[in-house]
């Protein structure tokens, strides 16, 4: 049986429903990120998950027992938060024992628990420190190192590194995913960033309005998403209307392309910036609109007739100018979506 099973959980505020029927299932041992736009309802279920929330209908169960209905201090999880949310007036070593002291685990064992937790998060100088002489990255691994201590069956994130700068965003992104292979945890850890979700993740959930829309793990659906938003909201891609025929198609202006399956009719494709080739081209359809160079690779948007392309190209001596003329060259099959073309698409 896996770890965390989660069964057509819903939540209703009124008559507004914020959840739609959602089933999930963690293996022990698995880093799992729910990703989504704001609003999503990635949040309540994490809150329902952790008893702050309860669930109009559903059923939740960790560890084979079921926990809809524990008190939240019962439920053997640990949370660590967006903001921390450390006690301002505690040392780092009484915030982590704060939780072990609550539950009347024993003191030879709390040390132990809190030796460990410092150790593996690199805080075992600052034990005495109170939170205000702390820096943001070292508050946050204070927050992780508590919910270690408690030894849960589950731990969740919810956004812990969102409010850090991008450097400092990167290191702990990295010093998270080796923390989670050391202790082997199950994780559930919500974000709406992208970057982070395909760099740690060993399987994706993507919500949006309150339902999950597809589940898989990152390559599955950068390379091959089912529909049109798990493709947008994973990454850059183009979303373009294809005539197919079979495994053939042919795009708005002409260019013939092949499809990664067979399919007739008025067909939608994404197609990632990087899996497109572009050439200066007198002749050529499409006009350069705005070049972005970012080092190791060009960005280019192209216009060809009412539609944006958007092109990645890496290893550049030298960039196209906006205003050129080019040709746009199809790398490979593109990749043919679930979603029905719309009429005006088409």
């Known amino acids: 049986m896996s770890e965390l099973d989660i069964s057509n959980i ?28 704001s609003g999503c309802g990635k949040s309540t279920l994490l809150r329902i998950l952790t008893g702050i929330s309860q669930p109009s209908g559903g059923e939740i169960w960790l ?3 079921r926990i ?33 002291r609550m539950k009347k685990v024993a003191r030879d064992e709390r040390a132990r628990r809190i030796a460990h937790a410092l150790d593996i998060c690199n805080l075992a100088g600052l034990v005495d420190r109170m939170p205000r002489q702390l820096s943001g990255g070292q508050q946050q691994r204070v927050a992780l190192a508590r919910a270690i201590v408690m030894q849960p069956s589950l731990l969740l994130f919810d956004e812990p590194l969102s409010n850090l700068d991008a450097k400092l965003r990167d290191t702990l992104r990295h010093e998270l995913t080796e923390l989670h292979r050391r202790i082997g945890a ?3 850890y919500v974000t709406h960033d992208q970057a982070e979700a395909m760099a740690m993740s060993d399987r994706i959930v993507v919500m949006n309005a309150g339902k999950v829309v597809e589940i898989g793990t990152p390559l599955e659906l950068y390379r091959a998403p089912k529909n049109a938003f798990t493709a947008g909201f994973l990454g850059q891609t183009n979303l373009l209307p294809v005539v197919a025929e079979g495994v053939q198609g042919c795009l708005p202006w002409g260019t013939p392309v092949s499809l990664d399956r067979a399919a007739s009719g008025n067909v939608q494709v994404s197609v990632r910036p990087e899996n497109i080739g572009i050439r200066t081209d007198r002749a050529g359809a499409g006009t350069v609109s705005t070049v972005y160079f970012m080092g190791a690779n060009a ?6 007739g009412k539609y944006h392309v958007r092109v990645s190209q890496s290893g550049v001596e030298s960039l196209i100018e906006a205003g050129a003329q080019v040709t746009l060259d199809f790398l490979g099959p593109v990749h043919l979506l679930n979603d029905v073309c719309s009429a005006e698409a088409a």
Do not use: W
């Open 10 to 37: 819903t939540k209703d505020y009124g008559s507004s429903r914020a959840l739609h029927p959602i089933s999930l299932t963690v293996e022990r041992g698995e880093f799992v990120t729910i990703l989504g736009p």
């Open 68 to 100: 809809d209905q524990t008190p939240p201090e019962a439920r053997d999880i640990a949370m660590v938060f967006q903001s921390y949310a450390l006690f301002p007036h505690m040392s780092v070593a009484k915030n982590l024992g704060f939780g072990l």
């Open 186 to 188: 199950t994780s559930l």
């Open 299 to 304: 960005l280019y948007s192209v216009e060809i």
């Open 63 to 65: 560890g084979g027992k």
